[in-house]
Each structure stands twice: as structure tokens, then as C-alpha cells.
């Protein structure tokens, strides 16, 4: 259905570096920077037929989080979904809500974390067993 997601960052260094290292967890490589016709910075994580990019508005506002919006990513193992979390949080990202681990629901149990990356973002790392 998505075609990709993209977040604002005010630091796009520093959001660089965050989404490095987090989104290597999932065996994405680094991102590739790029400057668009407008002349703002932008860098593109493509993996696993996904795209998810950061960029510096077009506008020249600032860049905001959304509130009550959260990008999930899918994670293979409750391991992973736990290293997701300790990677983000050990580059800048927040730990959020209750601490990672099972969450027990209508459609069964989920591993989950919630972090905020540098920005505010919301990112969810979810393992849903098969």
C-alpha cells in the first residue's frame, strides 16, 4: 500500500547517524544522502522492498513530529525488537511508554518498544510471532 515514509529532521547529521545505526539493526544499509532540486538534504533507507527517508523540509519551517502518529517496523525476533530499542536510545532516541517486551492484545502477543528518535518521531520496533 505505502510507497515510502519520510520524517522531517532539523539535523540531518545527526538524523543520519540515528537511523544508521537503528535502522542497520534491521539489516538496512546506511542511507544514502541526497540533494533535491530545492536544495535541501535528504537520505533514503531502502530494505526489504521499503523505502523510508529523513529530510529537511521543503518549506524551511522547522521540522516536526506528528502527535499521535508512530512509523512501525517490523523486527524478526523479540532479540531484535529489544537491540532496536537499546541501539536507538544509545544514539539519541528516547525510550518511551512501558518498557520493550510483550503486549497481549485481541489478535494475540506482541513483542513491541517504543523509542522517539532525535526529532520526536515515533518509532514502534513489533515482533508478531507466526
Given at each position: 500500500m505505502f510507497s515510502h515514509v519520510m520524517v522531517g529532521t532539523n539535523d540531518i547529521d545527526r538524523a543520519?547517524?540515528?537511523?544508521?545505526?537503528?535502522?542497520?539493526?534491521l539489516g538496512a544499509p546506511?542511507?544514502?544522502?541526497?540533494?533535491?532540486?530545492?536544495?535541501?538534504?535528504?537520505?533514503?533507507?531502502r530494505h526489504?522492498?521499503?523505502?523510508?527517508?529523513?529530510?529537511?523540509?521543503?518549506n524551511g519551517e522547522p521540522a516536526t513530529c506528528a502527535n499521535g502518529g508512530t512509523i512501525g517496523f517490523r523486527c524478526e525476533s523479540p532479540e531484535q525488537v529489544?537491540?532496536?530499542?537499546d541501539v536507538a536510545v544509545a544514539h539519541g532516541g528516547t525510550s518511551?511508554?512501558?518498557?520493550?517486551?510483550?503486549?497481549?492484545?485481541?489478535?494475540?502477543?506482541?513483542?513491541?518498544?517504543?523509542?522517539?528518535?532525535?526529532?520526536?518521531?515515533?518509532?514502534?520496533?513489533?515482533?508478531r510471532p507466526a
Amino acid at each position: 500500500m505505502f510507497s515510502h515514509v519520510m520524517v522531517g529532521t532539523n539535523d540531518i547529521d545527526r538524523a543520519k547517524r540515528f537511523y544508521d545505526a537503528v535502522l542497520g539493526v534491521l539489516g538496512a544499509p546506511a542511507g544514502v544522502r541526497n540533494t533535491a532540486a530545492s536544495g535541501h538534504e535528504r537520505v533514503f533507507y531502502r530494505h526489504g522492498g521499503g523505502t523510508f527517508g529523513v529530510s529537511q523540509p521543503i518549506n524551511g519551517e522547522p521540522a516536526t513530529c506528528a502527535n499521535g502518529g508512530t512509523i512501525g517496523f517490523r523486527c524478526e525476533s523479540p532479540e531484535q525488537v529489544q537491540r532496536f530499542h537499546d541501539v536507538a536510545v544509545a544514539h539519541g532516541g528516547t525510550s518511551i511508554e512501558a518498557p520493550p517486551g510483550p503486549r497481549h492484545g485481541p489478535s494475540g502477543t506482541l513483542y513491541l518498544a517504543y523509542v522517539r528518535d532525535p526529532d520526536g518521531n515515533k518509532l514502534c520496533a513489533l515482533h508478531r510471532p507466526a
